[in-house]
């Protein structure tokens, strides 16, 4: 059996969709292992047409290509892909090197889809370029070599996979005399070592150095001559392996094609940095001010404490409270809230808004707020003095002021004051409770609000001996419970929610505040996304524009057995690195930013409000890298779809 049968080909082209032009007629040759063949016509005979269908490039043909008893035209499309991997090696009249790469990288690559590993796929490289001649030419760029030594080149990269067909066409259209015959007998000795070398040229000359001569003109062979018996050889070529470019070869190779247009890619990863900076600076805003909110919060708060109210009621005495007048908790709640599980204790809080007034000697002055001492109200924030026990009170600054003077407001501490409360008794009807109490301490004013604002605190027993000495009964407003376990304390919210309580008014609105945060932040963010969306169009005509710079060099990889799938992992790993630089652009941008802002914030309010989180930061990466993949969905198909012939032929 023939290693490789060519069978009743005919082949035609259609031209404008309509007209159908042969190119060959019923062309039937056999080849085999050893023989060194010339295709020997004019240009136009066909004579590259065939080298094309038997090199597994074109499979719209009528007939059979025969290699080892396989037929090419059974063969699915990746089988293809292996076949001009495994089987063949093309030496381009043009060379056809890939420019950016080094002479060693271009025998290389073919490698890189070849089940060899980077060390063998090296010496591999190096072995046959030494073969060559081109042991000291190595680390040189094509444009560095002469034509001659391009074509050894592109003759070491024919050969890197140890294919049994070497197929050139006009390996010596390009050089000069001496140059073309050293090119010959390097294809003679590759005959010689048993591989089967098909050229094809115009050149008599270059015909006659084989050992043998297929003349083919107008499509059809008109002679096939034998000069001398072709070559034995007991060399058993290793049959190599086919593989998928690796993720990690992919990489390399756009690493290797972004700095050829390094300049453009540093300014599309700069503008796409820009929409990714906004986001995570947005983030960082809202998650700073959140954050700010919340410790303001828990720096006032147990965070084992749950504060619990009943909700308001009307306002029957037509008096106007801070946050509306709130319904008292009577015995059977408080037995209710007591034995609710992992409640640890319970604390009875009431508060009275502009109900209340102190008089000290001839001073009188109305306390804006008169409410019963909290965990919340901490001996770290006394001015001076101590907190309340029985029949003592806490005053701010300001309504010690008022009550004595302004200059020596402390001197209060100790003297017994006046308190009345307003209130409503049983019946309905207006009462006023009035107790002599002992001031204990100033509370620092900042800690509870605006300097001006008259506040006092006394201990809840202390305000229920004085509505006992009048007959009445005082009823807490607010119960604080606590939870063993800071773990517990959404689950006791949640029985409270059932029992039909409510939380702090203040902590609600709060709460609702971050929440409108939340949403600010997130819509602002969406707005600042708006720019991925440019950056994404940027990234898409880039990678276009990319793709028709290099539709050669896509011919060159498909020719040498890239798969489709190969030729897409490049431009996916090329739009992945664009989004990944611009990413960490933006990342080292939003780094220097919240660290200038919080330092100024800092110095200005005595806050740092940027809040730049490592999982801020991976968002935005992650962020940019997916834009920038999905918009080089699209070029990327584009690259891998184009025909590998048409490519080769592109200029």
Do not use: W
């Not at 001073?363 to 924030?381: A, G, P, R, Y």
């Not at 932040?521 to 990319?546: E, K, Q, R």
């Amino acid at each position: 059996m023939n290693f490789l049968e060519v069978k009743n080909i005919n082949k035609a082209y259609t031209i404008y969709k309509k007209e159908k032009t042969k190119i060959l007629h019923n062309v039937n040759l056999s080849f085999n292992k050893g023989e060194f063949v010339s295709i020997l016509g004019e240009s136009g005979c066909g004579k590259s047409t065939l080298m094309n269908i038997i090199g597994g490039m074109d499979s719209d043909f009528e007939g059979e290509v025969l290699v080892e008893g396989k037929n090419l035209k059974d063969m699915k499309e990746y089988e293809l892909d292996d076949y001009r991997k495994s089987k063949i090696g093309f030496v381009f009249q043009s060379f056809n090197l890939i420019p950016h790469l080094s002479v060693l990288e271009n025998v290389m690559i073919v490698m890189q889809m070849a089940s060899k590993n980077e060390k063998e796929r090296n010496e591999r490289a190096k072995e046959l370029l030494t073969e060559v001649g081109l042991k000291e030419h190595m680390m040189k760029k094509p444009n560095q070599l002469s034509g001659g030594q391009k074509q050894r080149v592109a003759i070491a990269r024919a050969l890197a996979n140890e294919p049994d067909i070497l197929l050139a066409d006009e390996p010596t259209g390009a050089l000069d005399k001496e140059t073309s015959q050293q090119i010959l007998e390097l294809l003679d000795n590759i005959a010689k070592k048993g591989k089967l070398v098909i050229t094809v040229t115009h050149s008599q000359k270059v015909a006659d150095s084989g050992s043998r001569i297929v003349k083919i003109d107008d499509g059809k062979i008109i002679e096939d001559i034998n000069l001398k018996d072709r070559y034995k050889s007991n060399e058993t070529a290793q049959q190599v392996k086919s593989k998928s470019l690796s993720l990690t070869s992919s990489f390399k190779l756009a690493l290797k094609n972004m700095k050829l247009n390094a300049k453009r890619n540093i300014l599309v990863a700069l503008g796409g940095s820009i929409g990714i900076l906004s986001v995570i600076l947005m983030l960082s805003l809202g998650s700073g001010v959140t954050n700010y909110i919340n410790d303001e919060i828990n720096s006032s708060m147990n965070p084992l404490m749950v504060e619990i109210t009943k909700g308001e009621e009307d306002n029957a005495d037509n008096s106007m409270p801070m946050f509306g007048a709130k319904k008292p908790f009577n015995e059977e709640d408080i037995e209710q809230i007591k034995n609710i599980e992992h409640v640890n204790r319970i604390e009875k809080v009431t508060s009275f808004d502009m109900k209340s007034s102190a008089s000290y000697g001839e001073k009188h002055s109305d306390i804006l707020q008169f409410s019963t001492m909290t965990d919340s109200v901490k001996e770290e924030n006394l001015e001076v003095g101590k907190i309340p026990s029985e029949n003592e009170v806490l005053l701010t600054p300001a309504l010690a002021k008022a009550l004595s003077s302004e200059e020596d407001y402390k001197s209060i501490i100790g003297k017994e004051i006046t308190v009345y409360v307003n209130d409503i008794d049983k019946d309905n009807k207006p009462v006023t409770i009035e107790k002599e109490l002992t001031v204990s301490g100033i509370y620092k004013a900042e800690n509870v609000g605006p300097r001006e604002m008259t506040m006092a605190y006394a201990q809840y027993e202390t305000l229920e001996s004085a509505y006992a000495g009048q007959g009445l009964t005082l009823n807490p407003t607010q119960i604080n419970a606590y939870a063993e376990e800071q773990e517990q304390v959404e689950n006791i919210k949640l029985v409270l929610e059932d029992y039909g309580f409510s939380g702090s008014q203040m902590v609600a609105m709060l709460e609702q505040v971050t929440s409108y945060l939340d949403m600010a932040t997130v819509l602002l963010s969406g707005i600042a996304g708006i720019s991925l969306i440019v950056s994404g169009i940027m990234i898409l005509v880039v990678l276009y524009i990319s793709v028709v710079e290099r539709t050669k060099e896509i011919g060159i990889l498909r020719a040498v057995g890239a798969r489709k799938k190969d030729i897409k992992r490049i431009f996916f790993s090329e739009s992945a690195l664009l989004g990944l630089f611009s990413g960490l652009i933006a990342v080292i941008g939003a780094i220097a930013i919240s660290g200038i802002g919080n330092s100024i914030l800092s110095n200005s309010f005595g806050a740092e409000l940027i809040n730049l989180t490592g999982q801020n930061m991976l968002f935005g990466i992650a962020v940019s890298m997916i834009v920038s993949i999905v918009a080089g969905i699209m070029p990327s198909s584009k690259a891998a779809k184009l025909d590998p012939m048409e490519s080769l032929r592109f200029e």
